[in-house]
């Protein structure tokens, strides 16, 4: 099966930008998905597609992807940016199967 | 509004079994394809199974033959049958719906999470 790969961590200081990426052979077929994940809350979908934000995420998220690689970034990351980052796509070897990348934590300084 | 709540979480024995269900509203769940995604403590987002709105379930190699996806269109709600259990099960599960953007190279994603049930595998 795919995986995504992710950086374990990273950290940007308040009102500036990070950028969190994710690595994986699915990803030069198919978009991710992007999701935050605060600590006892369920993940929460905030980019999909080549760039689409749901309704009520701040347009500080966006999304790009290049070769097998997929990013999320923040513009002007605020505090309450601190959280898990978790992208995700269907399988590249079977499309029946979908696989999460590792994580990344943001730290919001 | 859409809402997905779980339930059925609980401790249980291993080698034992477990029901999940995640009762829908806001939407039809026959209309969409419904997700389980699992987390151990501390660990990152595992996919388990899927249903599709008209094919077959599809489940992640490390729960087929144990675990079974289910929908009853009737109730709106999706289940997750869970047997043999082992400790490795032990995490919150997730039900969580699925969307399509066919746009560009397309991209499936989960827009609707549930707010997630605990399953505690241990003697």
């Known amino acids: 099966s795919s995986e995504l790969t992710q950086d374990p961590a990273v950290s940007v200081a308040l009102g500036q930008t990070v950028r969190i990426t994710c690595q994986g052979d699915?990803?030069?077929?198919?978009?991710a998905g992007w999701y935050q994940q605060k600590p006892g809350q369920a993940p929460v979908l905030v980019i999909y597609?080549?760039?689409n934000r749901p309704s009520g995420i701040p347009d500080r998220f966006s999304g790009s992807s290049s070769g097998n690689t997929a990013s999320l970034t923040i513009t002007g990351a605020q505090a309450e940016d601190e959280a898990d980052y978790y992208c995700?796509?269907?399988?590249?070897?079977?499309?029946?199967?979908?696989?999460f990348g590792t994580g990344t934590k943001v730290t919001v300084l | 509004e859409v809402q997905l709540v779980e339930s059925g979480g609980g401790l249980v024995q291993p080698g034992g079994s477990l029901r999940l269900s995640c009762a829908a509203s806001g939407f039809t769940v026959s209309t969409k394809y419904m997700t389980w995604v699992r987390q151990a403590p501390g660990k990152g987002l595992e996919w388990v199974a899927i249903?599709?709105?008209?094919?077959?379930?599809y489940y992640a190699d490390s729960v087929k033959g144990r675990f079974t996806i289910s929908r009853d269109n009737s109730r709106n709600t999706v289940y997750l049958q869970m047997n043999s259990l082992r400790a490795e099960d032990t995490a919150v599960y997730y039900c969580a719906r699925g969307d399509y953007d066919s746009s560009g190279w397309g991209c499936y994603f989960f827009d609707y999470w549930g707010q997630g049930t605990l399953v505690t595998v241990s003697s």
């Open positions: 995700n796509s269907r399988d590249s070897w079977d499309n029946h199967f979908y696989v």
């Open positions: 699915s990803l030069r077929s198919i978009y």
């Open positions: 597609g080549e760039n």
């Open positions: 249903t599709y709105t008209g094919g077959s379930p």
